[in-house]
């Protein structure tokens, strides 16, 4: 039976050197993330949010510590495991379709079986209308659809997500997070989630781990068993966004919450 645990990032430091100075980034990171599980990272800008994606990804190594992903040390990059970028990453040569086939190129499916598996994840994304066209005819968040329909095609075990939805207007960010959830709950994809958010960390995740920064260390850690979809004006929803702006100090004492956002 395969181990609940997907990957286990096991005391990880990372430093960097600038102008002949050494910087710690990252100081003794331990996470165990659970198959199937969504889980997001917040924290403030420059704590180290995209440097341990990187690393967890593989596009980059630790300085102390290790990654094990399936029971194996990450060392390089992986099709199990597949970096969704905020700037989406198309090709703007290529249509929508190929876009989405082009990514499955790393898998051994044949030409026709690339092409059924594209179809299949657009019409997931709800982009079987926008196939043949080019990215820059498509709005940004249908860019992002079909970046996400691409991830998902390949079935990889485990998707890291670097602010995917930042660049998006509220409606599209709520449509996307809507379609996420529901493409995740049918394919039991693990993903990791890096955002600003607050709320869009609540209404997505499984566990929301808190950094704090100078060097970069899990603050904090918060279960949210809350079910899905989620309520984002339910009490319970309140709750998880009063305890996470505490940590971030954003609470004023004796103003109401409401005017604290
Ligand atoms: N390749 C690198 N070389 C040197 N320093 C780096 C490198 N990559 C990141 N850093 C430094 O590491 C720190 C953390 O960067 P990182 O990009 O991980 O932050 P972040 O939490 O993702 O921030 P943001 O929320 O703004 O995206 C920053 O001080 C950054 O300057
Ligand atoms: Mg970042």
Redesign the pocket.
């Known amino acids: 039976m395969k181990s609940p645990i997907i990957v286990n990032v096991e005391n990880i430091s990372k430093s960097?050197?600038?102008n002949g100075q050494v910087?710690q980034?990252l100081k003794d990171i331990s996470i165990d993330i659970n198959r199937g599980e969504i889980v997001s990272i917040l924290?403030?800008?420059?704590?180290?949010?995209?440097?341990?994606l990187?690393l967890i990804g593989g596009f980059?190594s630790a300085s102390e510590g290790q990654i094990i992903m399936e029971g194996q040390k990450v060392t390089h990059p992986s099709r199990k495991c597949i970096m969704l970028f905020q700037d989406y990453g198309l090709f703007p040569w290529k249509t929508v379709q190929k876009n989405v086939e082009v990514g499955l190129e790393v898998t051994n499916a044949n030409p026709a079986e690339r092409l059924e598996k594209a179809l299949k994840y657009l019409r997931l994304v709800g982009l079987e209308e926008k196939v043949h066209l080019f990215p820059h005819q498509i709005s940004g968040g249908m860019q992002q659809r079909v970046a996400i329909a691409r991830a998902l095609a390949i079935q990889p075990e485990l998707i890291l997500m670097?602010?995917p939805f930042a660049a998006l207007d509220t409606f599209n960010r709520y449509y996307l997070q809507d379609e996420l959830l529901k493409i995740q709950s049918q394919e039991r994809t693990t993903i990791i989630l890096?955002t600003?958010d607050i709320d869009e960390a609540i209404y997505l995740s499984d566990r929301i781990l808190i950094?704090s920064s100078n060097p970069?260390k899990i603050h904090k850690e918060l279960t949210v068993p809350m079910s899905k979809p989620r309520d984002r004006s339910s009490s319970d929803f309140q709750y998880f966004r009063k305890i996470i702006l505490e940590e971030f100090h954003f609470n004023r004492p004796g103003v109401p919450l409401e005017y604290n956002i």
């Open positions: 960097f050197a600038n910087k980034i924290g403030e800008s420059g704590c180290g949010k995209s440097t341990l990187n980059d670097d602010e890096v600003h950094m970069g």
